[in-house]
């Protein structure tokens, strides 16, 4: 089936310990997203990727790096977890980069620090 | 600053009566647009989106949204309402920056429940 999966479904993790969180599709997408969703607040960019290869910054990436060594993968790695980084994570990703293109979104995973 | 609201935390409406979901923008430049749907611990799915053209956007499910450029706002709408249609619904503005992120800046987002 076509489309974004991510990896954990949910997870309880201990402040200062290191996670990655694993997103693949299958859509040959060149643009790929990182979103933070928290209540009230909707979703917030953590990092992008217009293409493998490269990454960039987006409005929330403190705590967080990104990597894109090929098309289809794009891991989001929090090196030492803070309670703050509790929210919901969403991959998503898009044909290309512009404007007007639609992004697709995964089904999310679930973090809880404590 | 670019920016989306949605004003309403939630809108009640009994099923097969018309619906409405309001959406405002605040952009520089010429506005691309979104509406998205959040089921229960799922992912956001793509609903329609409004580029250039006609300012009525057809979407999936029987949504349709009106693009007003003069109150600038992006109301997404559906004629008939269904309990199956109850669920979170985000609004999105592509922000148009002068870094290429690719991001959306989204609403806070928009309960609907449709009572049966």
């Known amino acids: 089936i076509a489309g974004i999966t991510q990896a954990p479904t949910s997870q309880i993790l201990a402040a200062g310990r290191r996670m990655t969180l694993r997103c693949t599709q299958d859509?040959?997408?060149?643009?790929m997203y990182w979103y933070r969703q928290d209540l009230g607040l909707g979703l917030r960019l953590i990092h992008y990727s217009n293409t493998a290869g490269t990454t960039g910054k987006g409005e929330v990436p403190d705590g967080y790096s990104v990597s894109r060594a090929n098309t289809d993968d794009f891991p989001l790695t929090l090196a030492s977890a803070v309670p703050s980084q509790t929210s919901v994570y969403f991959c998503?990703?898009?044909?290309?980069?512009?404007?007007?293109?639609?992004?697709?979104f995964g089904p999310g995973t679930r973090l809880t620090v404590l | 600053a670019q920016s989306v609201a949605q004003p309403e935390d939630q809108v009640n409406v009994a099923e097969g009566n018309p619906l409405t979901v309001k959406c405002t923008y605040s952009v520089s430049g010429n506005p691309y647009l979104f509406w998205y749907v959040q089921y229960p611990n799922r992912g956001l799915q793509f609903l329609l989106k409004y580029i250039t053209g006609d300012n009525l956007v057809k979407g999936s499910y029987g949504f349709e949204a009106e693009f007003n450029k003069s109150q600038t706002s992006f109301h997404l709408k559906k004629p008939s309402a269904l309990v199956s249609d109850s669920a979170l619904y985000f609004c999105?503005?592509?922000?148009?920056?002068?870094?290429?992120?690719?991001?959306?800046?989204f609403g806070q987002g928009t309960t609907l429940q449709v009572k049966p």
């Open positions: 998503a990703s898009s044909l290309a980069g512009g404007y007007t293109d639609t992004q697709y």
């Open positions: 859509m040959r997408h060149n643009a």
């Open positions: 999105a503005v592509r922000d148009m920056g002068s870094s290429n992120t690719g991001k959306l800046i």
